[in-house]
Structures are given as structure tokens and as C-alpha cells.
């Protein structure tokens, strides 16, 4: 760390500028502004999210993002509030009776931020897409709570594709979460550290102020030696090693020698203390010592046809990360993120060490934003329609982006080739493996076709095993249901043996089917709020465009405190 008995003012801080004292905005979202910064509470305010059906499990993931500040809500949804519903749902109330579910959900939710506009629509949502489709285009985010039919699924899906999708299961112990995105690019996913130091290949001004600041090393004072910023020592001392052996070390045998290299021109005190800054130096060899890769997920987008094949629609995560590629292929490196760590220093060398990392930041940025001009130009775009902000975010997080493109429900339910290898895989993967949650995505399935078959034939009892004495007769339904699913699972990847048959259906597919159905179609708060914690988190991850989502299904097993993730 800089030392603070040295403290050299930045030129640019210097006069008297007033002092911007933040908002009552800024106070009231200070936590969560930390962690999505102001453009990720932005998109925030400008999403506008349907609640289709009211339930526990909706309504507290609902819940969870009104409190941070979605800018919008609708819910949606036909029924009126039940006795029933008192002693799930924290947001209808004794006197809420009778009324809307819709109604009463909504102007509770709203009572907890009033920066969240909400409002209600009394309707079957099946009944409203059908009669009135305009209605969801305004909608940027769909969040779906069972019960609801596949076909709705399906519909809402092919009408609106690019509106991402998220459908709840809450029954019992049991929840899940199923999110369906067409494209999702995350430039600020979070890493632990962007730090490039770029050690095995540093331009000429870093090389001169190594040269500079480790001039005369062995003959310095104390503290002249003990404050030599790591990064120059590392710089220096693979400069000797290069000049004796030819190349940097390389594997972990070298850099190991290389490693006693730095502690035998690390000098100790009377008392055998160690100087920090060779500490530093030493602990990071393995981590900064190494030639800069670039990343599966960054080969991914850079072979990408719409990173190849820019047009007027493409977005501006494509038209960067165009410029990127242009830039690495004329340097055969990325652009520096110039972000350097704290470490032992005299202030006046962090801040010229830091500066220097900054200018090359700043010039690899210049190439980058031309480029992206150049490319915003030639689809028929004004040159400044990217801010260069938007371009810096970029360059610094470019090794850490990642493309998530979700598979679709109706390629799911409709078990296409890849739902199937998938599923078949991991049931192969988990065989023997008693707590294996894959197998309740197959219940799952059977109960869905449960619900299709009620919805279809208008029947007042809509969830398996809503009265005692139909239990049985249910439980058998979903069964068959499930082992109906299993013979597509065969069907598609070429198994020969029955897999409806008795002896061959998973033990814990019938337990969970067995389950399901325990559950009556009723909901346990407390999984429901704990889901609903954890949809709204993935939500607001896919709203802001940060972090990195699951990808694509989330099981709760509250029985047994465990969850799971599959993409299907």
C-alpha cells in the first residue's frame, strides 16, 4: 500500500472544487449501488415486469424487485382472493376477501417502494393474450407462476421471442425456476480481478520506468529497496532471467527458480523481517508471471456470426466486440483494462506507475473506439452512437464477457434432440447417486401434463391431489405421465429397452411424483420466499446485464435444504 508519508496530490484534483454530496436516491439504493453501480439501477428503472398469475412464489420474487426499484409492474391474473391464500401470501390480507387477487397483490406490493409504478389487470392471461396481445408488448420481462398450460407457454414465447421468460413451480417442499432468455451478452460479469500486468510483454514506457526505478538496486538505501513497486521488481528480475536462459520461465519448475531468484535479492532486517514488496513479488509469480490467454467464452463471441456479420440491427455488444477482434488480430493482444492492485509503495511511484498503466489503457481504448466508428459507420449508424464509456466498459472486462444464449420452453417440453442427449446424460451421469434432483424434472413434466389435461377439459380440480380421495387415482395420472416423457427421452436417443416399464422407472421418479402430489397444488411459504429470493436475484442478474445467470433451470428440494442447477 502507498505509503501515506508521501502523499502526492493528483494535479487533476487540485484547487477547490465543490464537494457533491450524494442524493436521497443515492442513499436509499447505496448498497445495491455498489454492486450494479448507476447503469445497472437504470435498467433497472426502466423494466417493466408482468406478474402472470398471482401466487406465493410470484408474488415474493415480485417482492424482491419492487424493493430495489423496478421502474414498472403489472400483475395479471382472473382470480379472486381465498381464505386459502391468507395463510400463504403475506401480501393479501382478511379484508382482501373477495376481491381482485390481482388488485390486492398489486397495491400491497406497492405500498413497500413508491419509486415502483404497479398496476393490475383483472384477467385469464390466456384469455387476454388471445383477445388483447398489444397488451404484453409493452412488458420487458414475463414472470410466470404455475399453474398455467405448455400451449400458453408456447404462445406468449412465439409472439414475443425476445422478452425474456421466467416460470415458477412452487408445490410443497418442492420449487423450481426456469429462465428463458434469447441472447444474453454480460460485459460486467464480476470477476474477482481484471488485473493485467502484462509483465511478459510490457511496452517500451513501462520497461523505461523499470529501468529508471530500479536503477543501482543492490546499492539503494533500506528504503529505497523496500519500496520498489513489486511490479518493477518483477519486470527486473525476469529481465535477468531472460538474459541468462533465453525465455521467461514458463512452467512451474522455472517459475519456482525464479521465485528463489526474487528471495535471494530480498534483503532482511537484524530481527529476519522480510521486505513487503519482494513478498508481494513473490506471491505473484504464479498468478501475473504468464502470457495472457484469452478466454473460451471471448473465442466464442470472436467466432460468433453476428460478431462476423455486422449489420444496421446489430446491437452495440456486437460492434465492440468487433472492434475488439480487429484489435487483437493487429496486436495479438487485448486491449489493457489498465486497473492495477494496491501494493508497497511510495505514493509518488504507485501514482506514476499507475499512470503509466492508465496512458496504454487509454491509447488501446483510442484504436478500439475508431474502430468501432469505423464499423458503426459502414452500417449505416452515426459514428457517435456508442458512447466512448460504453466502449471503455468494454475494453476493461473484454477477457471476462460472456454470451448466454437459453434454449427455448417449447424446445424443452417438445423434448427436441439436444433436451433429450441432455437429460439421458445426466440421468446416465447421476445413476446410483440417491439425492440427484434431475429426476424431479421428470416428475415435473408429468405434472405439468396433469395440469394441461384439467385445463383442457375444464375441470374444477385443477392440481393433482387436491382432495384425499383422489390421491391415488392422481398420483397414477402424473406417473404416466412421466413415464410417458421417459419413452420420448428413448424415442430420441435411440434406447432400445422399455423405459415405461415398471422395473425401469426410477425409484425417485415416483418419489417425487409421490411428492408433488402430497403437495395438493398448495405452497409452503417458506420455499416460496426462499425461491422467490433467488428468482429475483437471476432476474435483476439478466435486467442489468451483470453478473452471470444460471443457465437455465433452478430446483429447490426443501426437504432436504438442497438445490440444483440443469441446462435442459
Known amino acids: 500500500m502507498a505509503d501515506p508519508e508521501a502523499v502526492i496530490a493528483d494535479p487533476s484534483l487540485s484547487g ?11 442513499k436509499k439504493y447505496d448498497r445495491q449501488l455498489r454492486l450494479w453501480g448507476s447503469s445497472g439501477q437504470e435498467a433497472l428503472e426502466n423494466a417493466h415486469i408482468a406478474l402472470i398469475n398471482v401466487s406465493a412464489v410470484g408474488t415474493e420474487t415480485l417482492k424482491n424487485l419492487v424493493l430495489p426499484g423496478i421502474g414498472h409492474f403489472t400483475v395479471i391474473d382472473s382470480g379472486r382472493v381465498e381464505e386459502a391464500d391468507l395463510g400463504v401470501n403475506f401480501f393479501v390480507t382478511a379484508d382482501s376477501v373477495g376481491r381482485s387477487r390481482a388488485e390486492a397483490v398489486s397495491e400491497l406490493l406497492g405500498e413497500l ?25 409493452k412488458f420487458t420481462h414475463f414472470l410466470i407462476s404455475s399453474p398455467v398450460s405448455t400451449s400458453f407457454l408456447f404462445n406468449l414465447q412465439s409472439r414475443f421471442p425476445n422478452t425474456p421468460l421466467f416460470f415458477l413451480y412452487s408445490l410443497g417442499f418442492v420449487s423450481s425456476l426456469r429462465i428463458s432468455v434469447p441472447e444474453l451478452t454480460v460485459v460486467e460479469t464480476h470477476p474477482e480481478s481484471t488485473v493485467d500486468l502484462r509483465l511478459l510483454n510490457p511496452w517500451p514506457e513501462l520497461s523505461q520506468l523499470m ?98 456479420q455486422l449489420g444496421a440491427e446489430s446491437s452495440d455488444f456486437w460492434i465492440i466486440a468487433r472492434a475488439v477482434r480487429d484489435f ?24 506514476t506507475l499507475q499512470k503509466t498503466y492508465r496512458r496504454k489503457a487509454q491509447e488501446d481504448l483510442d484504436k478500439v473506439e475508431a474502430s468501432v466508428q469505423k464499423h458503426l459507420a459502414s452500417v449505416g449508424r452515426d459514428a457517435s452512437a456508442i458512447p466512448r464509456s460504453t466502449i471503455e466498459t468494454f475494453t476493461k472486462h473484454t477477457n471476462y464477457v460472456k454470451l448466454i ?164
Not at 457533491?20 to 443515492?26: D, N, Q, R, V, Y
Open 328 to 351: 487483437y488480430n493487429e496486436n495479438s493482444e487485448l486491449p489493457m483494462s489498465g486497473t492495477l492492485p494496491d501494493m508497497k509503495a511510495e505514493s509518488k511511484d504507485y501514482i
Open 405 to 568: 444464449r437459453f434454449r427455448t420452453l417449447e424446445q424443452e417440453y417438445k423434448v427436441d434432440d439436444t433436451h433429450a442427449a441432455t437429460v439421458k446424460r445426466q440421468i446416465a451421469f447421476d445413476e446410483g447417486m440417491d439425492e440427484s434432483l434431475i429426476y424431479l424434472t421428470i416428475a415435473l413434466k408429468g405434472y405439468q401434463k396433469f395440469i394441461d389435461d384439467r385445463l383442457a377439459s375444464s375441470s374444477t380440480s385443477l392440481h393433482p391431489g387436491e382432495t384425499d380421495e383422489s390421491i391415488e387415482a392422481d398420483t397414477e395420472d402424473v406417473l404416466k405421465n412421466a413415464k410417458h416423457y421417459l419413452a420420448l427421452l428413448a424415442q430420441k436417443t435411440g434406447e432400445t429397452r422399455d423405459p415405461t416399464a415398471e422395473e425401469v422407472v426410477p425409484q425417485l421418479v415416483v418419489d417425487w411424483v409421490g411428492e408433488i402430489v402430497r403437495s395438493g397444488g398448495g405452497e409452503l411459504h417458506n420455499i416460496s420466499s426462499m425461491m422467490g429470493g433467488i428468482a429475483a436475484q437471476e432476474i435483476i442478474k439478466i435486467i442489468t446485464h451483470q453478473y452471470i445467470p444460471s443457465n437455465n433451470t433452478i430446483l429447490v428440494d426443501g426437504i432436504k435444504s438442497k438445490t440444483a442447477v440443469f441446462e435442459l
Open 211 to 308: 529501468e529508471e526505478r530500479t536503477k543501482g538496486l543492490d546499492t539503494m538505501s533500506e528504503k529505497e529497496h523496500g519500496h520498489v513497486p513489486y511490479v518493477l521488481l518483477l519486470l527486473y528480475y525476469l529481465k535477468e532471467w531472460k538474459t541468462q536462459y533465453g525465455t521467461y520461465p514458463s512452467n512451474y519448475k522455472e517459475k519456482s527458480a525464479f521465485k528463489d531468484l526474487l528471495r535471494n535479492g530480498m534483503r532482511t532486517d537484524v530481527a529476519g523481517g522480510s521486505e513487503e514488496n519482494f513478498d508481494e513479488a513473490y506471491a505473484a509469480v504464479m498468478n501475473h508471471v504468464k502470457k495472457t490467454e484469452i478466454s473460451s467464452s471471448l473465442k466464442e463471441i470472436f467466432k460468433d456470426q453476428k460478431c462476423e
Open 113 to 137: 417502494n413508491p419509486d415502483s409504478e404497479g398496476t393490475y389487470i383483472n384477467a385469464a392471461p390466456s384469455d387476454l393474450l388471445e383477445s388483447s396481445p398489444e397488451t404484453f408488448s
Open 16 to 26: 477547490h472544487a465543490a464537494v457533491s454530496l450524494p442524493s436521497a436516491k443515492e
